[in-house]
């Protein structure tokens, strides 16, 4: 399962999901669900504000978990 590590990152660098919502103009209700590990799908356009805002690469801002019980 891939996960993001937004909610770590905003926290670390004390940023609230409002101001990254204001600061990069990007819906915050979106941004809201990122952070909540409840988006399905991340907008690629999205990704590239984020990383180029919070000065992280991709991999820093998305996880991957193995999910053992999944049996998929």
Same mark, same amino acid.
């Given at each position: 399962? #891939?996960?993001?590590? &937004?909610?770590? #990152? &905003?926290?670390?660098?004390? #940023? %609230? #999901?409002?101001?990254?919502?204001?600061?990069?103009? +990007?819906?915050?209700?979106?941004?809201? &669900?990122?952070?909540? $590990?409840? *988006?399905?799908?991340?907008? @690629?356009?999205? *990704?590239? @504000? *984020?990383? %180029?805002? !919070? %000065?992280?690469?991709?991999?820093? !801002? &998305?996880? +991957?978990?193995? $999910?053992? $019980?999944? /049996? /998929?």
């Amino acid at each position: 399962m #891939i996960k993001t590590n &937004l909610q770590t #990152i &905003l926290d670390d660098k004390d #940023i %609230s #999901i409002r101001q990254v919502s204001r600061d990069i103009d +990007y819906r915050l209700e979106t941004v809201r &669900l990122l952070y909540h $590990n409840q *988006l399905e799908r991340i907008p @690629k356009d999205l *990704l590239d @504000k *984020l990383c %180029s805002y !919070l %000065s992280v690469s991709p991999g820093d !801002l &998305l996880i +991957y978990e193995d $999910n053992e $019980n999944d /049996n /998929n």
